[in-house]
């Protein structure tokens, strides 16, 4: 009753990290997924009601509750059974891989069959359940059982007269559940207004689970939902759930919220011009990328080329075809000169092609997890993503679409998505209108012009990242996908022929400059040349002059020296003066 | 268990001097067990005439037998024999409905 309490105080709604808060005592039930979204498992000592329509899974999930906890917890169960007999049951759920003979040998599991038989039955007077009690009590205490399941105790009400007795003695045997301190299943068959034929939610209210087995456009998904769990957070969402060869796997999507990390890691997208595109870099790591086009404009060997780049870093890629068979997708790609073979060979790629109507929404969502988780990929394709807009199902293809984005993102996984866009329709709208949780948005158009059809690719966004604005051309080529500018002139963009003849005419162009330039280079040439000529001819008369100048200054300088000293001889000879004379007196 | 019928029963002859045979399951001393044990020992007395084995299984003293002969509700009378198999639920106050149940009349 304490622990009923708990329920009042308000619930942290964050689902995020466990607090260390006093928690309801939880058995795990080991079913992948089911733990997670009930935060450890169903309630001890507490019934916990699955119910559900025919056919939904409610007797496995049970089953393997019991199963699970016997072989992984070490906490036996007892499964009383009321609709199949313990043979039956023992056969239906080896396909599972549960072996209850060796379980039920071992001591780990008792079944119990109880079978009520209306016509051999007359009621006079009271009578209650106590003979039920007892064999459950026997039964829990034979294999000291910790978990018990009752499946579908709703029989009795076709078996017994008198469904008032029934009621209250329902009511007494999940109070004793509780005082055993058993966790406990209790199925219930889905009634017309209520959850159980019997309305036997008003009794078992701890935990109720609800499995639904739903048909949409003939395909099938099975869906799982907590409906309530006193005491405990839970997921309240609806989730798929799997039955295949491991039993149960339940798939918590959107439980996870948006709490995933952001790389910062740059991969390339396989064509180098597009990286260039791309900030130079590439797509982030871990982001989603949306590949729209109408038909035949490139989209899948675009990706192609994403899963061989990934592939050939080492990285492991996912390929989901949903149009194609893999080896029509290899035989096409090796066209364009992209090998992908090698990579499946060598285990880097898988590819699986599966038509979307092949099954519901949830199952192919349910088989994408499981293969993610195996095979472990950085890189995931899909393509095409609108072949699964069936007939009115969008709401239901977008919700399915973003789980995925999200389980990808949190698995750190580079999704790749190409959508097929219909003509007629603005190319900037998906009909899965998912753009939403895009990050890298990547368009391919048709551009029309001069009779011609071209591919041209542009990017519409790139979450943080800068990114060029600019129309490229795009060509198939036989060595993979090439991007090419296209010219923007008056009347728009320029691709294909008109491209190449503005291409030529540019071409000449510059034929024509280049030509003018060379002549220039050798006017200037001549003309230095012609002036160098000169130069060296003014050179050559300036030395002559030189040369003849300073044969002139030389004869001047001589001239000037015989005349000072003639005269001087004449001085002394003439004895003209007293000074030289006296010199040459004392002198001599 | 035990006893054998001393002569092969005549079903629905009502007049027909068959060995009954009767267990009755029930709960320890609970009230319905008490007056489910007495209502029953009444009408063998009056309607069998010393012409049936009736044995009292208490499931709190042999819990294991409950799961055999498929015991749920309690008290429960089960006629073994003669055929067919008839389970008699509740504290037998009804008596028109016991013998109805036993094939000692037929339903009114």
Known sequence: ????????????????????????????????????????????????????????????????????????????????????????????????????????????????????????IEESGEYDLEGLFIRLGAAIDAIGARRVVLDTIESLFAGLPNPLILRAELRRLFRWLKDKGVAAIITGERGDRTLTRQGLEEYVSDCVIVLDHRVSEQTSSRRLRV??????????????????????SVLPITSLGLEHVASNERISSGVARLDAMLGGKGYFRGSSVLISGTAGTGKSSLAAHFADATCRR???????????????????????????????????????????????????????????????????ILDPLNSYAIGDNQIEVKAMLIRLVDFLKTKQITGLFTNLAQSGNPLEQTEL???????????????????????????????GMAHSNQIREFLLTDHGVELRDVYVGPEGVLTGSARLTQEAEN????????????????????????????????????????????????????????????????????????????RKRESK | MKAK??????????????????????????????????????????????????????????????????????PTLIKKLPPPLRRIIGDLSDTARVLVGLDIKKKA
Request: glycine letters at 8%.
């Open chain 2, 5 to 74: 019928p001393t002569r092969p029963a005549q079903q629905g002859d009502k007049q027909a001097p068959a060995h009954y045979i009767l267990k009755l399951y029930v709960a320890g001393q609970s009230p319905k067990s008490i007056s489910a044990i007495a209502n029953i020992r009444k009408i063998c007395e009056e309607e069998l005439h010393r012409q049936y084995d009736l044995e009292v299984i208490d499931l709190y003293q042999q819990p294991n037998l409950a799961q055999g002969d498929q015991i749920v509700a309690l």
């Open chain 1, 314 to 380: 080492g990285g492991r890629a996912l390929f989901f075809s949903f149009e194609e068979s893999p080896d029509q997708i290899m035989r096409n790609m090796r066209s364009i000169g992209i090998d992908l073979q090698q990579w499946v060979q060598q285990g880097l790629l898988q590819i699986h092609s599966h038509r979307p109507s092949s099954a519901g929404l949830e199952t192919h969502l349910a088989m994408k997890h499981k293969l993610i988780d195996a095979f472990k990929p950085q890189v995931v």
């Open chain 1, 433 to 463: 209108a998912i753009s939403s949780v895009i990050d890298t948005w990547l368009l391919l158009r048709d551009i029309e012009i001069g009779g011609e059809r071209n591919r041209g690719l542009y990017i519409l966004k790139s979450r």
């Open chain 1, 507 to 582: 071409e000449a162009a510059m034929l024509i400059r280049n030509q003018e330039v060379e002549l220039r280079r050798i006017e200037l040439e001549r003309k230095r040349t012609t002036l160098e000529a000169q130069i060296a001819m003014l050179r050559a008369e300036f030395a002559v002059q030189e040369v003849a100048s300073s044969k002139i200054i030389g004869q001047e300088k001589a001239e000037k020296a015989q005349l000072a000293q003639g005269r001087e001889e004449m001085g002394i000879s003439r004895k003209a003066d007293a000074k030289p004379n006296k």
């Open chain 1, 227 to 248: 409906v309530k769990y006193r005491g405990s957070t839970h997921g309240a969402n609806e989730y798929p759930f799997l039955i295949d060869a491991d039993g149960i």
């Open chain 1, 1 to 120: 009753m304490a622990q009923v309490k708990t329920k009042s105080q308000p619930t942290a709604r964050a689902k995020s990290k466990p607090k260390p808060r006093p928690q309801l005592p939880k058995a795990p039930t080991g079913i992948q997924g089911l733990d997670e979204i009930t935060g450890g498992g169903l309630p001890r000592g507490r019934p916990t009601l699955v119910c559900g329509g025919v056919g939904c899974g409610k007797t496995l999930l049970a089953m393997e509750f019991l199963v699970r906890g016997a072989t992984e917890f070490n906490e036996p169960g007892v499964f009383m059974a009321f609709e199949e007999s313990t043979q039956d049951l023992t056969q239906n759920v080896a396909s599972l891989g549960f072996d209850l003979k060796d379980l039920v040998a071992r001591k780990k599991i008792a079944l119990d069959f109880v079978y009520i038989e209306r016509g051999e």
